[in-house]
């Protein structure tokens, strides 16, 4: 407990709040199998990446057991890659839940926690680009009978908005030939983000389920 309460100490977390934080990082260290002071580090950056309140943080550790018991992947790596992505995905609306959905997803085609959250950021950066995307993407998006600027607009709207303009480009970029559909992929997200990406694209259905099971 003194692990769990020098990582709440060093986050500022204190009174009321500073008990509800121990005990939620206790829960997460049995049910994640990690140790508490893992526990304890991680649900203080959970609160700081993503500017959630002990009870949100709570609910966010609730969906990653969730995807655990659903998905191939377990509660430690999508916390690891949820860590590693969150602070990117706020910047552009996104929930900690719907990172750790994509996180998911990912880790459950094959991908490492640390893989599957390059694959996930490079996806956040790309489709929230708008007027910032380079030349290469804005012809991949184009390729999709996209456009970059009205993708960013619908993936920096509503959870609703996001959802569908990404399953959308998701299941273009599967229907492409499995050589555009690499290059595709690498153009919009880079080489790194190829293998996780791609796994999405032609299985579409693990995307949905990991989604549904987040939100």
Do not use: C, H
């Amino acid at each position: 407990l003194a692990d769990m309460a020098a990582a709440a100490g060093a986050a500022g977390i204190k009174g009321g709040e500073l008990t509800s934080f121990v005990e939620d990082a206790a829960k997460t260290m049995v049910a994640f199998d990690i140790s508490s002071e893992e526990a304890g580090n991680a649900l203080a950056k959970l609160r700081a990446n993503l500017g959630i309140n002990q009870t949100e943080v709570r609910g966010l550790a609730g969906t990653m057991n969730e995807l655990s018991n659903s998905m191939a992947s377990t509660a430690a790596e999508v916390l690891d890659a949820t860590l590693r992505v969150g602070a990117v995905g706020k910047a552009a609306g996104l929930s900690g839940q719907e990172v750790a959905g994509l996180s998911s997803a990912m880790i459950s085609a094959g991908a490492t926690s640390e893989i599957a959250a390059t694959a996930t950021k490079n996806l956040v950066l790309s489709m929230s680009a708008g007027a910032a995307a380079t030349r290469r993407q804005r012809e991949a998006f184009s390729a999709l009978g996209m456009n970059a600027e009205d993708v960013a607009k619908q993936f920096t709207g509503t959870v609703e908005q996001r959802m569908a303009v990404t399953r959308k480009l998701i299941q273009q970029i599967g229907t492409l030939s499995a050589d555009k559909r690499a290059s595709t992929t690498m153009q919009l997200f880079g080489r790194e983000s190829l293998g996780p990406i791609a796994s999405l694209t032609t299985n579409l259905k693990n995307y949905d389920d990991a989604m549904r099971i987040a939100l």
